[in-house]
């Protein structure tokens, strides 16, 4: 055991790993005077998880680890199944932490997030999941619009002092940036999770949310702590409409699943149908104050596709349900059909 695991899932992200593990080998560890133990005694590592890349991120892993700190091991795993999902699993079943800390290759902690993150850990020892303050750093200036949906692309200050998220709230945390308690994570969350986000083909995201949801029910407590800051680096196609739009269809579509996950299975029917007529009250209201608006406005076009497709959610996911139970159906056919091909060949 380690006290602090920093783990990093990445799909092709030679190009954005060295920044991070520069900002990480420069890292100031937590000051003896906060700890029962002194500083020197503190221990930590660094995971980074590949998560079936197609560039040189090994190569530039391997390099890191030719000449890195003597105090923190660097170590490399690969995760051939594609998606988040997969590659935070990979992360929790090697970490060796009592905390992990959740770091993507776009994310740069500021030189004592460590330090600020294990602190509030242990002074907090019922806080399951915990989330920083998430500064955007964009390549280029973001348009005005970008504000008021900063908090999807996982721009977060929500003030100066550190709170606990009530579960009447339904407000988390995201992934960016997010430490958990490995004991939490094992005990609360399975182990494939229903929300994968592989794309926006996929129409899935929120997989992050999924995690804290399923710490959060399990009776850990769930916090923001704003002495933990990153800096999220938003590329300028982030910025555009068409990108915009997907990532509110994938929100939208996953929305119903995060909504049932709060809720007794007696209750899921009625509250759908509530839900239902809710979105839809919303969503005619939204068409009626905007008719006159321009199509090009991107705010209301990522508000108008938030709607809809939260609308869509349950007949989506239903739909996503049905095809993967068929799916393993015919894979489980297959096998027994192989495997009995195979024993009346042996008897043969």
């Not at 900063?150 to 200050?157: E, T």
């Not at 929305?255 to 899921?268: E, G």
Request: hydrophobic residues 40%; positive net charge.
């Amino acid at each position: 055991m380690v006290d602090f695991t920093v783990a990093i899932p990445t799909y092709n992200g030679e190009t954005r790993l060295p920044e991070l593990l520069e900002r990480l080998r420069a890292a100031k560890l937590p000051p003896s005077g906060k700890l029962p133990f002194a500083q020197e005694n503190f221990s930590w590592e660094i995971i980074v998880v590949d998560n079936n890349s197609t560039d040189n991120t090994a190569e530039v892993v391997k390099n890191y680890q030719a000449n890195w700190r003597a105090d923190c091991p660097l170590r490399y795993y690969f995760e051939a199944e594609q998606g988040a999902a997969f590659a935070r699993q990979k992360a929790v079943d090697k970490a060796r932490g009592k905390f992990i800390g959740f770091l993507d290759d776009d994310n740069l902690p500021t030189l004592d997030w460590i330090a600020s993150a294990y602190v509030f850990g242990e002074t907090y020892p019922q806080a399951g999941a915990y989330g920083s303050l998430i500064h955007g750093d964009f390549e280029v200036d973001p348009p005005e619009y970008l504000e008021s949906i900063a908090c999807f692309l996982a721009i977060i200050d929500r003030g100066p002092l550190p709170h606990k998220y009530e579960p009447r709230q339904k407000l988390l945390p995201p992934g960016a940036g997010l430490v958990v308690r490995k004991e939490a994570w094992q005990q609360a969350v399975p182990k494939r999770l229903f929300l994968n986000h592989k794309g926006r083909e996929a129409g899935l995201a929120s997989e992050d949310l999924e995690v804290v949801l399923y710490i959060q029910q399990a009776g850990w407590e769930i916090w923001y702590n704003p002495q933990m800051q990153i800096y999220h680096k938003i590329p300028a196609w982030r910025c555009e409409k068409d990108y915009l739009i997907s990532l509110m269809r994938c929100i939208g579509l996953s929305k119903h699943h995060l909504r049932m996950l709060r809720l007794s299975s007696w209750q899921r029917p009625l509250v759908t149908l509530l839900h239902l007529i809710n979105d839809l009250r919303k969503l005619v209201q939204h068409l009626w104050r905007t008719r006159g608006k321009s199509s090009n406005d991107v705010s209301v076009a990522c508000k108008r596709q938030l709607l809809l497709s939260s609308l869509m959610s349950p007949c989506f996911l239903w739909k996503k349900r049905y095809l993967d139970w068929v799916s393993e159906q015919e894979y489980s056919q297959r096998i027994y059909f192989y495997s009995s091909t195979r024993e009346v060949k042996q008897l043969k």
